[in-house]
C-alpha cells in the first residue's frame, strides 16, 4: 500500500529527519565561508535578438472588449439628447464641454453622425475623448455600431495673416476704403 492510503494510527507518529547544518568551507581560523555566487557581468553590446526576446516576455496582450452588437435604431433627437446628457457630466474639461454644446451632431446614414467644428483645436479635442463618448453614446443608446466623424466648418476656418503685407489684404477685404487710405497718405509695407 502507498503510503497515502495507509490510515495514521493515533499512537503513531511521524518526526521530520534532522538536518545538520554542513558548513561550506572552513579556513585555518575556523571561521565558515559560504560560497560566493559568480559575478554577472552587464553586456557591454546589445543584440537585436536579445533585444526582441525580452520585449516579447515583457509584452502585455490587451483585449479590447467589443462594444455589443446591439443595432436598436435610434433618432437624431434621442443622439442630441444623449450627447448633451454626457456634456453635462463633464466638469474638469471645460473645453471639451463647451465644443458638445456649441457643436451639436447630425445624424448621417447607418448610425453614423457627424460633428462640425469651428476649428481644429475643437477637432482635437473631440477626437482625444472619442473613445469615452462613443462607449458612453452607445451604451445609453444600446447601439454597438454607432460612429462618428469630425469634420471642420471650412466657412469658419480662419485665414492667418503673417506678414504686414497679408495683414492689409486681409484687412482690406473686410474694409476697402484701407486701400485708398494707404495711396493717399503713400503708406509701405516692411
Not at 5 to 17: C, G
Not at 146 to 153: A, Q, S, V
Not at 176 to 189: A, I, R, T, V, Y
Request: with cysteine; charged share 25%.
Amino acid at each position: 500500500m502507498p503510503a497515502a492510503d495507509t490510515p495514521r494510527n493515533a499512537n503513531s507518529s511521524i518526526t521530520p529527519a534532522k538536518q545538520t547544518p554542513t558548513p561550506a568551507a572552513t579556513n585555518t581560523s575556523g571561521t565558515v565561508q559560504t560560497p560566493q555566487k559568480p559575478i554577472s557581468r552587464r553586456p557591454t553590446s546589445t543584440s537585436l535578438t536579445d533585444l526582441l526576446q525580452t520585449n516579447n516576455k515583457t509584452q502585455v496582450t490587451y483585449h479590447i472588449e467589443e462594444a455589443s452588437q446591439e443595432t436598436n435604431p435610434f433618432t437624431e433627437e434621442e443622439l442630441i439628447r444623449c450627447w448633451n446628457a454626457y456634456a453635462a457630466t463633464i466638469e474638469k474639461k471645460v473645453h471639451l464641454k463647451n465644443t458638445m454644446i456649441n457643436c451639436q451632431p447630425v445624424l448621417k446614414e447607418d448610425f453614423l453622425f457627424e460633428v462640425v467644428v469651428h476649428n481644429p483645436g475643437q477637432q482635437e479635442e473631440l477626437l482625444h475623448h472619442n473613445a469615452s463618448i462613443l462607449q458612453t453614446l452607445r451604451t445609453q443608446l444600446k447601439n454597438g455600431k454607432i460612429r462618428l466623424t469630425i469634420r471642420i466648418d471650412e466657412a469658419n476656418e480662419k485665414r492667418l495673416a503673417y506678414t504686414s503685407k497679408e495683414k492689409f489684404e486681409l484687412l482690406n477685404e473686410i474694409n476697402p476704403l484701407l486701400s485708398k487710405l494707404k495711396d493717399e497718405f503713400n503708406l509701405m509695407f516692411d
